[in-house]
């Protein structure tokens, strides 16, 4: 089992730069693939990016490809989301999940994900 907490969420202008991190407690963090998703006010959550187990490989929704940036540095058991060129369309609260499949590939589907964090707000403003 893994207990997730993010970090790093809050208000930006347009335009503007923010990182997130999910802190994972435990020593199994290499074990998961990981994700990043976002839910707006009355829309679904929806796959924002993963990272493969070792950070090899990744995967990004169209609608932030070129401006997000995700890693993950397994001896710190922390998984980042840089966010870049923010647009209002970005306001969301971000969770970070984890996936404890041991066979596949990289999910979009948040139904794979076993543990999500609780959640940080990112706002930004036009």
């Known amino acids: 089992q893994v207990q997730l907490v993010e970090s790093g969420g809050g208000l930006v202008q347009a335009g503007g730069s923010l990182r997130l991190s999910c802190a994972a407690s435990g020593r199994t963090f290499s074990r998961y693939f990981m994700g990043w998703f976002r839910q707006a006010p009355g829309k679904e959550r929806e796959f924002v990016a993963a990272i493969s187990r070792k950070g090899g490989s990744t995967n990004y929704a169209d609608s932030v490809k070129g401006r997000f940036t995700i890693a993950r540095d397994n001896a710190k058991n922390t998984m980042y989301l840089q966010m870049s060129s923010l647009i209002p369309e970005d306001t969301a609260v971000y969770y970070c999940?984890?996936?404890?499949?041991?066979?596949?590939?990289?999910?979009?589907?948040?139904?794979?994900?076993?543990?999500w964090g609780q959640g940080t707000q990112v706002t930004v403003s036009s």
């Open positions: 999940a984890a996936d404890s499949s041991q066979y596949g590939a990289i999910s979009r589907v948040a139904g794979s994900y076993d543990y």
